[in-house]
């Protein structure tokens, strides 16, 4: 006979505890109980269980107490924690904790009891295969930097793999977001299944529910068949919404859903569809200040920002440049059939003392220029950078346009005229430039720039 799931269920409510070991009995539980955080720290050294359903809220030992002490001895079994709506602040910290989910009173019946299966379903598998099936690794050779920012992102993204939270990756464009998220994705248990990506700034608010979610035939003018949405197609595997501080408000409610609920609605269409995906997100903008100033909801913020990654720029790694660069050379080289032996001094320290407002992305797109326009087995500044001269003092130096100006000039003026159209506005500035608020501020002390308010 197959041994029933069993769970513990702790609350220091005797009526509501009564409640739960009733309802969980009645859907085939085995259920124990326990009336304090003390409780089921100790039940849970003394047998395992297959899920444990704690309330935040405890006389002795709180929800995350407990859920700290057995995450420490058994980071295997999921916990679910129940919490008032006025705690989910503190909910958010369990799931940093290692919490599986969270549930706000009073319980919604439905979503408890298709959490509870999917939590018990994605455990037992990978319980009865852990010894056939290791956990894969992280591979940290496909992402190139050695400077002290870069070896703290990758330990932490190296940690984050191995497990199944939902991820949001911050950054300047062209930093390598995407690229920590596929590397996560490949050192995750969901490696065998799809990684699906979405831009969620190019696309208007009806097209990406669609492509998110899907749609029916005849939904809307051209939806001449069904498709199934980003959602579907990364079953088993990870979705990644890139720039997620471009979607629409009304949109940001119907992501929050997908997310809690794990199932979406095609447009035009009623069918449930129950999705097993792994959320990863990347925001080139401040979700904290946008939540702050009404233009992202604060309970998708919540549930995105479990686990938050910091990609740094490309102007704070500089010791990381060299490195890069070479391996750009190495690839494009051999793409576009050049035979190039790498970079003179000259290029070199040009590469080195350069802003790079684009990152990673910019410094890939001026050693591609150089491969393809050099002609020499060396490339030189020249190569990289159509605008280039060398100052009177020896200093390299960029020029921009007819009128000449170095990079540094170039991006005052830029900065000044964000801050004019947006009327002095910091944040409306940092959007028009394609910068977080951060950045911006950073800028303006350097170059001394005072905004209009």
């Not at 393809?372 to 001269?389: I, K, S």
């Amino acid at each position: 006979m197959k041994k029933r799931p069993s769970i513990l269920a702790v609350d220091d409510d005797p009526a509501h505890r009564a409640m739960l070991a009733a309802l969980l009995g009645g859907w085939g539980y085995h259920v124990e109980e326990a009336d304090d955080g003390s409780a089921a720290i100790e039940k849970t050294r003394e047998r395992p269980f297959d899920l444990v359903l704690m309330d935040v809220r405890m006389l002795k030992v709180s929800g995350i107490e407990a859920l700290e002490e057995i995450m420490s001895f058994n980071p295997a079994v999921p916990v679910i924690i129940m919490t008032a709506y006025s705690s989910v602040e503190n909910a958010v910290v369990a799931l940093k904790k290692g919490a599986y989910d969270y549930l706000e009173k009073p319980l919604d019946f439905d979503k408890l009891k298709n959490i509870i299966r999917r939590a018990i379903e994605r455990t037992r598998p990978r319980d009865e295969t852990r010894e056939s099936d290791p956990a894969p690794g992280f591979d940290r050779s496909r992402i190139v930097g050695d400077s002290p920012s870069m070896i703290r992102l990758l330990d932490m993204a190296a940690r984050v793999a191995a497990s199944d939270a939902t991820v949001l990756i911050r950054g300047e464009s062209g930093a390598g977001k995407e690229v920590i998220a596929s590397a996560i994705h490949d050192g995750s248990p969901r490696k065998n299944g799809p990684f699906v990506k979405i831009n969620c700034a190019a696309l208007t608010e009806t097209l990406l529910e669609s492509e998110l979610f899907g749609h029916e035939k005849g939904a809307f003018t051209g939806a001449d068949r069904r498709r199934e949405g980003k959602f579907v197609q990364s079953e088993g595997g990870s979705l990644f919404l890139d720039e997620v501080s471009e979607m629409p408000y009304p949109m940001q409610a119907k992501l929050l859903r997908a997310l809690q609920e794990r199932e979406v609605t095609r447009v035009g269409g009623d069918a449930v569809i129950h999705v097993d995906v792994r959320v990863i997100a990347a925001a080139n903008r401040d979700l904290e200040d946008m939540v702050r100033e009404g233009g992202f909801r604060r309970d998708l913020f919540y549930r995105l920002n479990v686990i938050a990654l910091d990609v740094p720029p490309l102007r704070d790694r500089r010791r990381d440049i060299p490195l890069l660069a070479a391996r750009f050379l190495k690839e494009l080289a051999q793409k576009n059939n050049r035979n190039i032996q790498g970079f003179t001094p000259a290029a070199m320290d040009v590469l080195v003392r350069h802003d790079w407002p684009g990152n990673v992305r910019e410094l890939m797109n001026a050693v591609e220029r150089g491969v393809v326009l050099g002609r020499g087995d060396y490339l030189d500044a020249g190569d990289l950078f159509q605008d280039f001269e060398r100052a009177p003092d020896g200093d390299a130096a960029l020029t921009m346009g007819e009128g000449g100006g170095n990079l540094k000039e170039m991006e005052r003026a830029a900065i000044e005229k964000a801050l004019e159209a947006s009327g002095g506005n910091k944040t409306r500035a940092a959007r028009l430039l394609g910068i977080t608020r951060k950045t911006l501020y950073r800028k303006l002390a350097r170059h001394g720039v005072e905004p209009n308010s």
